[in-house]
């Protein structure tokens, strides 16, 4: 008799990750809460007995295939709200993975409302099998300097309103990431992008891009994980994702 095919790797509160290892092609589920209560920060599980082990073996992983991260959370009684605070926890665990030298460009992350009522669950998928996932979102750049050198004066209205153009018909959700290399650190930059954020959501919604459609992040410097060999010669950099509905 052959045994069941497993469907996922299932990694418990207790388990380890060295000894049940994330494998190509197969989901690996961590069966608990992986981040803080309706907060984006890892648990002390995560970064005390996961994290090593996820990043060397994502290290390992990324360019040989494409990772997905899914995270699933349902902690409040709102559907948006438990969208978005799963996406955003998505980001933040990519953003981990980057700053530990993972190819960025090969990092796509989802989000959904799927985990058991008060918790969240993540699970990660390295897989050559692409098309299914890249049917649901695609990823574009602005590679231009769409605000002022240094401040928060939007410049070029031009591509600006090229994006919104394309965020209106786009029928499903989305997010902008806005990168900045202008400020002498990382922090500054990105406390500079975290301004340029609120002047942007603000022209999205005179623009008549409603809040709930588009969540925008500020990531700082982008010269550790540029998303295009172009990037490598500007000081700004917008990177913005269409889902399908």
Same mark, same amino acid.
């Given at each position: 008799m052959h045994d069941k095919k497993e469907t996922e790797n299932i990694i418990g509160q207790t388990?380890?990750?060295?000894?049940?290892?994330?494998?190509?092609?197969l989901t690996t589920l961590f069966d608990f809460d992986a981040f803080m209560a309706k907060g984006t920060g890892l648990t002390n599980t995560m970064t005390k007995?996961?994290? &090593?082990?996820?990043? &060397?073996?994502?290290? %390992?992983?990324?360019?040989? %295939?494409?990772?997905?991260?899914? @995270?699933?959370?349902?902690?409040?009684?709102?559907?948006?709200a438990?969208?978005?605070?799963?996406?955003?926890?998505?980001?933040?665990l990519k953003r981990i993975l980057l700053q530990n030298r993972i190819e960025d460009k090969a990092v796509f992350v989802f989000a959904d409302t799927n985990a058991p009522k008060g918790h969240n669950r993540l699970r990660l998928k390295f897989t050559d099998n692409m098309e299914d996932y890249q049917k649901q979102y695609v990823t574009h750049s602005l590679n231009t300097n769409i605000f002022v050198t240094g401040k928060t004066q939007i410049k070029d209205f031009?591509?600006?309103?090229?994006?919104? %153009?394309e965020l209106h018909k786009?029928?499903?959700?989305?997010?902008?990431?806005?990168?900045s290399n202008e400020l002498p650190n990382m922090e500054s930059s990105?406390?500079?992008?975290?301004?340029? %954020? $609120? @002047?942007?959501?603000?022209?999205?919604?005179? &623009?008549?891009? $409603?809040?709930?459609?588009v969540l925008l992040f500020s990531w700082g410097?982008?010269?550790?994980?540029?998303?295009?060999?172009?990037?490598? $010669?500007?000081?700004?950099?917008?990177?913005?994702?269409?889902?399908?509905?």
């Open positions: 388990d380890s990750l060295d000894q049940k290892p994330i494998r190509q092609n007995y996961m994290m &090593k082990d996820m990043v &060397k073996q994502s290290r %390992a992983y990324s360019t040989k %295939a494409p990772l997905y991260i899914t @995270v699933s959370t349902n902690e409040y009684d709102d559907a948006d438990n969208y978005i605070l799963a996406l955003e926890r998505a980001y933040t031009h591509k600006l309103d090229a994006m919104v %153009a786009n029928q499903g959700k989305g997010e902008i990431i806005l990168y990105r406390q500079l992008g975290l301004e340029r %954020a $609120k @002047v942007l959501r603000e022209y999205l919604a005179d &623009k008549g891009v $409603k809040t709930n459609k410097g982008f010269q550790q994980d540029p998303i295009l060999p172009e990037s490598w $010669k500007l000081d700004q950099f917008f990177q913005y994702v269409l889902r399908k509905k």
